[in-house]
């Protein structure tokens, strides 16, 4: 492991003066440190800000305040999120063993990185996202696990993050503190997709930290859930997972909100589908129709053309299964 130094921030202000424009910051320190260990990523100095702000408070406008710092499992347990945001508190519980959620903070996972095995293999496999312009092994490789939504011919490394996914469904924004000030970004403009890039996978620049993330007052939320399909039940990431909330007046849906995980490059929010949906019969086949439609644009590789299909029935399943306990 390369030499780091380390410093703990009390407070905002004082990480960004002691990170500076080089520095890293540390939170629960269940991906960096991962990353440190396996020679993907070889900081120089390290900032911890496991200190920030960790509560969960009600905003003027009804929605809530989550501090960066605050661990997963604090955030799946709060009776707020529990109640008007259910898909959150779901995925964030499929989302990690227990001893991973009660170290991971939110500002982490919004940042961790792709589990693709070549990002990893650092001595024996290419990757762009690991060193630009290296090439991408998994293009030709086992590609199983890999994205079919906003790959481009440099990337194709699914986006990991179950926490992310339900966010991005809720209009979550990010409040983001760096040497320029203050600014608040849209989660579902936060990551990026790998185009021509893929080293670049959100918009923070250099020394900006994201200290708290905001869920608006939305009341379709309530009624919400979170599916993950994964190879086995315990610990293991998504093939497909559903971020889905709905509202059903008169047998049409009047709200919903959709965002699929484990086929995007990103957390992939489903906008095509929810378009297709909204004012339509609140039916199996509609639900089905509108995933195809999301789907349409799908890229596959040698061996995750299944996600096509399975993620087609999972939010078929999902859009069902709220729409009946609506009845």
Not at 175 to 185: N, T
Request: charged share 20%; aromatic share 4%; proline share 4%.
């Amino acid at each position: 492991m390369t030499p780091f130094t380390y410093a703990r921030a009390e407070n905002a202000p004082q990480a960004l003066q002691l990170a500076g424009l080089h520095g890293r910051f540390l939170g629960g320190g269940t991906n960096l440190v991962d990353l440190m260990r396996e020679s993907v990523e070889r900081p120089a100095d390290l900032v911890d800000v496991s200190a920030l702000s960790r509560e969960i408070v009600e905003t003027p406008g009804g929605g809530l305040r989550i501090g960066a710092a605050a661990r997963n499992t604090a955030v799946a347990e709060h009776a707020l999120v529990r109640a008007r945001y259910p898909m959150l508190a779901r995925a964030i519980l499929a989302g990690a063993s227990a001893q991973i959620r009660n170290m991971a903070t939110v500002g982490g996972n919004l940042l961790q990185r792709t589990r693709c095995a070549y990002f990893y293999d650092v001595e024996g496999s290419r990757c762009n996202r690991r060193t630009p312009g290296q090439g991408c092994d998994a293009l030709e490789g086992f590609n199983r696990y890999h994205a079919v939504l906003g790959g481009s011919p440099q990337c194709v490394a699914a986006h990991p993050s179950d926490m992310c996914v339900a966010l991005a469904a809720l209009d979550a924004a990010l409040l983001i503190e760096g040497p320029q000030g203050a600014r608040r970004v849209a989660l579902t403009d936060f990551h990026c997709l790998p185009q021509e890039r893929p080293e670049v996978e959100n918009v923070l620049v250099a020394g900006e930290l994201i200290t708290a993330v905001e869920l608006p007052a939305l009341a379709v939320a309530a009624h919400s859930t979170y599916r993950k399909v994964r190879d086995r039940s315990s610990y293991a990431f998504a093939l497909v997972s559903v971020a889905a909330a709905l509202t059903v007046e008169d047998g049409r849906v009047a709200d919903v909100r959709l965002a699929l995980g484990g086929v995007g490059t990103v957390p992939w929010r489903a906008r095509k589908a929810e378009a297709a949906l909204v004012g339509s019969a609140a039916s199996a086949a509609n639900f089905r129709a509108a995933a195809e439609v999301e789907l349409e644009g799908a890229q596959v590789l040698r061996d995750n053309g299944f996600k096509i299909e399975l993620a087609a029935r999972t939010v078929t399943m999902v859009l069902e299964q709220l729409a009946e306990s609506e009845a």
